[in-house]
């Protein structure tokens, strides 16, 4: 490992720089992350979110760090309780099921799970003592509707986060959406009184009956499991107003102390150039996609494979050539298994040397994983040209292998490829009855069998050592 705990960077919203990292505990990380909506399947956009927050945690483990990671359910907010309404049934019943499904398609995308996945509604009280205190406080006042609100012009620091003049909004002015722009931001709801169109949802409290606003959700439950200040939030850049500027003024104001030391948010998955999202219809869930008989972890790596800061636009031919990535890597990965040529005279050394060098710089400058990426698929076509040549030992094959796991244990795409001894002796049979036609000239039963070998999902490739075969879908 060349890389080391201090040599990280990330940019970091609050100061809109690169930041060298620095946790508040030596060794440790905390961090929480805006999980799922779960008023729907998650689309995959809200994955590419997910998986930016995945390769962030990988790294920082890969770095030695023990990384605790709180992502929060929202399940309950002004969508949800509109989706059950609109499906007749119970709000608790409605988001268990997208609950649900959340939890596969994670791990369908090969997604770390979190250390804990609070539930807004299991954080009731939380939330309550929390309004409570900003109450005492003189930061949150009861409105004539009956809700509590929070005065943005009680809190110096308001606007910080998303550049908002605090000076230039209307004193009083309230907005009780959950979701609003900039340019309408005022006093928010913290705790939102009962209305007749919320139905049976509703807790009765000491702030009377109602339910919480969808940002003190985020405070309650990001403090309660990591402390009053912790070391990094995320989430996409839509999430930075108003939810992220609310949360922190929520929670500085209560206790006083820096809430969050690294905020860091992705940019979006785009359609056309436009947003990726569930308002504007141009979206794919990851099941759309399964349907169609793509590949879970090309998705993965498709999402993944941009820098995170970056906009990208989602298309097919995409995933396509991500597919292929994914291949190449995994084909790779197969053909080490055979390689019992000459020493290389060190070349393999000096090529795993560089190729980790590059992997590790990249990643620890702000996660820069195109340019981690391009120096992996360097060392794949550095290191086939000394397989095709017959110059790579079985021991150095080793070693090129345990860096592949290694760099795989960030990138988790390639998983355990399948080889030939694992597979179906029958398929040998067939393999060496096709190498006999073709030395027989007989193309015509070789072509047969390669189609054969086909259906039964076995691909054939020439090489140095003759040819070898391997299934699609490892
Ligand atoms: P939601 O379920 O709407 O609360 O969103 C979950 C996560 O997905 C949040 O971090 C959002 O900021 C993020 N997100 C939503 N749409 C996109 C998109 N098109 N591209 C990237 N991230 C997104
Ligand atoms: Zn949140």
Known sequence: MISTQSSICFFNT????????????????????????????????????????????????????????????????????????????PLQQFTAFYVKAFFEDIKAL?????????????????????????????YAYRGEDGSIYFSVCKFSNYGKMSKIKVSELKVGARVSQDEYAKEEAQDFALWKAWTPEDGDVYWETELGKGRPGWHIECSAMSMKYLGETFDIHCGGVDNMFPHHENETAQSEAATGKKFVNYWMHNEHLQVEGKKMSKRLGNYYTLRDLLAKGYDPIAIRYLLMSTHYRQQFNFTFEGLEAAKGAVDRLKNFVRRLHDAAGKESGGKVATFIGKAEVCFEGSMDDDLDIGTALASLFDFVREINNLLDANTVSKAEAADIGGLMMKFDAVLGVIGKVEVEEDLAPDIDVLVQKREAARKAKNWKEADAIRAQLKTMGIVLEDTAQGIRWHKEKA
């Open 14 to 89: 609050l100061t809109r720089r690169k930041e060298v990292f620095k946790p508040l505990e030596a060794g440790k990380v905390k961090i929480y992350t805006c999980g799922p909506t779960v008023y729907d399947f998650a689309h995959i956009g809200n994955f590419r979110a997910f998986l930016f927050e995945d390769l962030l945690k990988r790294w920082l483990i890969q770095c030695g760090f023990k990384v605790t990671h709180i992502m929060n359910l929202t399940d309950i907010d002004d969508k949800t309780i509109k989706g059950s309404q609109k499906q007749g049934v």
């Open 110 to 138: 090969n997604i770390e799970p979190a250390d804990i996945y609070p539930k807004a509604t299991d954080h009731i009280p939380e939330m309550v003592t929390l309004i409570k205190t900003l109450i005492t406080k003189g």
